[in-house]
């Protein structure tokens, strides 16, 4: 059964980072680009960033450009979000799922997982 483990999420200040992780099981992560995507409290889900089967390829929603960056160890079967720059409204519920980028928005078409809190307060 293919399965995402989202870890990583925590309280942190505005201006802090935090380093989510993404693991996969039952499966070889790197058949996939791999995506994370946050739902904040009465607010749709939406696509935060998505990264290619090799890693060769990034897109970034434009709320987090040049504050977040997605990478992968497909040799560890992992995906990470490295945040800086955190800011309150960056507090979500992080989630990752295989994803494809087209135009300016990143989709998502796996199953959702638990998911992971990030607080961003002071």
């Known amino acids: 059964q293919l399965q995402l483990v989202e870890s990583g999420g925590g309280l942190v200040q505005p201006g802090g980072s935090l380093r989510l992780s993404c693991a996969a099981s039952?499966?070889?992560?790197?058949?996939?680009?791999i995506g994370w995507f946050r739902q904040a409290p009465g607010k749709e889900r939406e696509g935060v960033s998505c990264i290619s089967r090799t890693g060769g390829s990034t897109n970034y929603a434009d709320s987090v450009k040049g504050r977040f960056t997605i990478s992968r160890d497909n040799a560890k079967n992992t995906v990470y979000l490295q945040m800086n720059s955190l800011k309150p409204e960056d507090t979500a519920v992080y989630y990752c799922?295989?994803?494809?980028?087209?135009?300016?928005?990143?989709?998502?078409?796996?199953?959702w997982g638990q998911g992971t809190q990030v607080t961003v307060s002071s």
């Open positions: 799922t295989p994803c494809q980028a087209i135009a300016t928005k990143i989709y998502g078409f796996g199953s």
């Open positions: 039952g499966f070889t992560l790197d058949y996939y680009a």
